[in-house]
């Protein structure tokens, strides 16, 4: 048997943000709506390969923390140092009490904007290396100088390296605890300071880091794109009636080349209309037989990541179900908060209605149910 490895993550967000400024820390302050840490975390803990995600956090920020990530999976808090690799000893040293880690990504929560293909290629990159890290090449002429420009540098083999960087945990262990030199720029310099090898994987202009006050200006100024879906499945006997992802005691259920789940089919079409990404079926052909009987929410949790990838954060979906019965008010509360689950979002921004078409048509009749969407992203 095959056994795979335990990946966990620890954030960094134990700092002051002193260079940008105000009384709050700047991993607490809004960028797109929601506090900065909140981003990362929900990428983290919403990848299906990381179990665990440690947060570092400074001395009196418990209250803002938990603030910042309410309605998500419990974080684990740690007790953050005074520096940043302090910060990550103390962190590490958390996990390695719990005893169940083999990876590790280390990330800096004041780069909210983590796409998911990123983490997936650090992890893979950890199968040929203790390290990986992810970067982007310099594209700018660079040059030394003070008042004037004296010499040119050749911009080859010059990376931008930025974070998560990932990780044997063993080895980053091994790397602080043994750790007696100046202060270093990153996890990665250490492990290389002990002869690992560091792999680099494509990075992201999304992973850019918040640094001064200057970087939130652009954050606050929003952009919104909203998409439509509509879908219908017929009522059949001795079928199970899915909706939101919620089990619905009922006669009958919705027949359908998945589990039919007509309302999150038709949330999952509005979320790839914002995006402009096509529709459920580009994506999820029925002809395909490996959909058969799938459950719909890898179709809703697989579009909310396509629109975080392209830097969309979500600011309310509203979906209506149109049937006569089952009535759907007992169910409303369950449904959204499944739905919530499934996007990794607060339940606030999660509306589910219902209404009949008063006795007429094929939903009137009881021979189907249908469902429309809404759902608006916010974009900076």
């Known amino acids: 048997m095959v056994t795979v490895p335990i990946t966990v993550a620890l954030i960094l967000a134990a700092g002051s943000g002193s260079r940008v400024g105000g009384d709050i820390p700047k991993q607490f302050r809004p960028v797109r709506g929601k506090p900065m840490l909140r981003h990362s975390y929900e990428a983290l803990s919403a990848h299906p390969s990381i179990s665990k995600v440690y947060v570092a956090i400074g001395a009196g920020q418990e209250a803002e923390a938990f603030a910042a990530l309410h309605g998500l999976p419990a974080a684990i808090f740690v007790q953050g140092g005074a520096t940043r690799r302090e910060s990550v000893r103390l962190g590490l040293k958390a996990i390695a009490t719990d005893g169940d880690a083999d990876r590790i990504l280390i990330h800096d929560a ?91 994987v494509p990075g992201s202009e999304a992973l850019n880091k918040f640094t001064f006050s200057t970087d939130f200006a652009g954050s606050t100024m929003p952009s919104f794109r909203s998409g439509n879906g509509f879908d219908v499945h017929r009522l059949v006997p001795d079928a199970e009636l899915w909706l939101c992802g919620v089990l619905i005691p009922h006669d009958k259920g919705l027949a359908g080349h998945s589990d039919a789940d007509v309302a999150m089919h038709a949330l999952t079409d509005a979320i790839l209309g914002a995006i402009a990404k096509g529709d459920i079926g580009d994506h999820f052909p029925p002809t395909d037989p490996q959909w058969r009987g799938a459950s719909s929410d890898r179709f809703l949790a697989y579009a909310m990541q396509l629109a975080r990838d392209d830097g969309y954060a979500l600011a309310n979906a509203d979906v209506t179900i149109i049937c006569e019965r089952p009535k759907i008010g007992p169910f409303r509360g369950q449904m959204r908060q499944r739905l919530a689950e499934i996007m990794a979002v607060d339940i606030d921004c999660i509306s589910v209605k219902a209404t009949t078409t008063e006795m007429l048509g094929f939903t009137g009749r009881g021979e189907g149910i249908a469902a429309q969407a809404t759902a608006t992203f916010e974009k900076y």
Request: aromatic share 6%; glycine share 6%; charged share 25%.
């Open 110 to 200: 004041a780069r909210p904007f983590l796409p998911s293909t990123v983490i997936d290629d650090l992890i893979k990159a950890l199968d040929e290396a203790p390290g990986a890290v992810p970067a982007l090449p310099v594209v700018d002429s660079l040059s030394r100088g003070d008042q004037n420009l004296s010499e040119t540098v050749d911009r080859a083999h010059l990376w931008r390296i930025q974070t998560p960087q990932a990780f044997a945990f063993a080895d980053i262990l091994a790397a602080h605890e043994d750790w007696t030199g100046d202060e270093p720029t990153d996890d990665a310099r250490m492990l290389m300071a002990r002869g690992g090898q560091v792999r680099i």
